[in-house]
T-cell receptor
Framework: DAKTTQPPSMDCAEGRAANLPCNHS???????VYWYRQIHSQGPQYIIH???NNETNEMASLIITEDRKSSTLILPHATLRDTAVYYC????????????FGGGTRLMVKP | DAGVIQSPRHEVTEMGQEVTLRCKPISGHNSLFWYRQTMMRGLELLIY????????DSGMPEDRFSAKMPNASFSTLKIQPSEPRDSAVYFC???????????FGSGTRLTVV
């Protein structure tokens, strides 16, 4: 799986958009970008994933650059409950393929 | 569905004792993964199974660790003998064959004293 680079920490004001960047310059053409988050003391939780196109669901939006070498996870209206560690992972979408977690970004949403 | 169920939630044991962690994956998921999380090393994949068969156990730290999956609805991770450095949160996760995403359990917090 391709390696990813994320800032170790970020702050965001409650109610504002949180934009979490991820660099994956060695991503291959058939690797997907996945985002997970881990709220304190809980297991990681799936947020969103994409291959080439931008994606949106009820939790977040994922913006992938045209060259696919970087992406941004957007939480449009961050709440205090969004405080967590966010992991960007690139992987093949094969059956049973494992997830490899890096250090992630610790997002602190402040009142 | 109740999600991935792990037991116990917390385990405190003395060094040298055997510890068994349990996991019930989501029904219909055919891949199961065991992870360990510590402050120093983050989330590490220990072993994973496809259709109850161990595929990659290269993350298992040493022979004291063993994992089994006797059927599609149950897996165990055993540490014998346990050591203080095994103290960590152990997560189990399962996924479908499509690779859409994993579902993690709530974890077992192990403390070896």
């Amino acid at each position: 799986d391709a390696k990813t680079t994320q800032p170790p920490s970020m702050d965001c004001a409650e109610g504002r958009a949180a934009n979490l960047p991820c660099n994956h310059s060695t991503i291959s053409g058939n690797e997907y970008v996945y985002w997970y988050r881990q709220i304190h003391s809980q297991g990681p939780q799936y947020i969103i994933h994409g291959l080439k196109n931008n994606e949106t669901n009820e939790m977040a939006s994922l913006i992938i650059t045209e060259d696919r070498k970087s992406s941004t996870l957007i939480l449009p209206h961050a709440t205090l409950r969004d405080t967590a560690v966010y992991y960007c992972i690139v992987r093949l979408n094969n059956a049973g393929n494992m997830l490899t977690f890096g250090g992630g970004t610790r997002l602190m949403v402040k009142p | 569905d109740a999600g991935v169920i792990q037991s116990p939630r917390h385990e405190v044991t003395e060094m040298g004792q055997e510890v068994t962690l349990r996991c019930k994956p989501i029904s219909g998921h055919n891949s199961l993964f065991w992870y360990r999380q510590t402050m120093m090393r983050g989330l590490e994949l220990l072993i994973y199974f496809n259709n109850n068969v161990p595929i990659d156990d290269s993350g298992m730290p040493e022979d004291r660790f063993s994992a089994k999956m006797p059927n599609a609805s149950f897996s165990t991770l055993k540490i014998q003998p346990s050591e203080p450095r095994d103290s960590a949160v152990y997560f189990c996760a399962s996924s479908t064959g499509t690779g859409l995403g994993y579902t993690f359990g709530s974890g077992t917090r192990l403390t070896v004293v």
